[in-house]
């Protein structure tokens, strides 16, 4: 439930462009729609994010950490106080900048879990300071902060999230304030409690007054879904499943096939048997047991070797399987189908006459 909006302000009308040249009115004309568009009904949160869009965001550059003369590589994203919120970033360690710094954008940055760990394995990060000297405003439409390039102290840690694709390791980055480089674009994030393009219209008529909203909105569930790693992924997932149906079908086939044909074999042996008095589940069991037993056989072996499997390759590879819950649907299902394979043709002994069965041959 996240909808994702781009806003481009009025650089080209010469008589808006006055009113948000400098960094304080663009600062605050940026907030003033951001609250427009979270005081909606229905509307969870609202931040401002300009390339901070997962699963591949930030931009990567060179920071200089602790004071050092060695600079290193960060994903750097200009981001809201209330990102974290809206995209549901855990807060690890430490406090997020406060409203004043939010409009200021100086002196304070959010680094991830991977940052922490990667340069500051043995340290503690909080009260840490990095320097991030690209962010200067170079061309005259970019509003930036007094001490954009200068050292800031870190705030605070938050949970890694997603922005090197979706199967590569999340890389470290850093989260500045919004404010600190304004380009006359922007992004926003709106969380929402419902389908999220349902206020989209909503949304265009709060902030109608002061700005157009760029076309092309979309959902980040969209986002995600039109990443080449995700369709790649989704498409492996459906071959596979279609895979495995129809090896399930075959074995199943097989199942029904082999009982059927013992049914057809000792027709005259379960005549006789009910024709001395017995019931219809013994005849049910003694026509389907061995092939039920043999799939349960089967599907135990199974189960036993996608464990071992299991605990094999989370070893080395950097991926999700399929939780308890999920193998014991599974295992349920396959039981499920291999007891009606075996009881459909196994019925048809027990409800044939034994008079019929005694003359079948």
Known sequence: NVLQIGIMMHFRDPQEWKHLQSHN????????????????????????????????????????VSKSAQTQPARVMSVGRHYFQTLRISLLRGRLWNSIQNSTGDSVAIVNRSFARHYFPSQNPLGQEIRIPTLKANIPIMAASPQSSGWRQIVAVVANARNHGLSSPVLPAVYVPYSTLMPPYAGLQIRTRTAPLSYLPAIRKAVAADQQISPGASTLESTLQQDPQWRRQRLFSVLFGAFSAMALLLALVGLFSVVSFSVARRTTEFGIRMALGAPHAHILWIAARAAFLSALAGIALGSLGNLLLHTFLRHWMQTTHAGPLATLLATLLMTLCACLACLLPARRAATIHPIQALRCE
């Open 25 to 64: 009115q663009r600062a605050a004309y940026l907030e003033q729609i951001r609250t427009s568009i979270a005081q909606l009904p229905g509307v969870v949160s609202a931040s401002i994010g300009t390339n901070a869009t997962p699963p591949n965001s930030g931009i990567q550059q060179q920071i200089e």
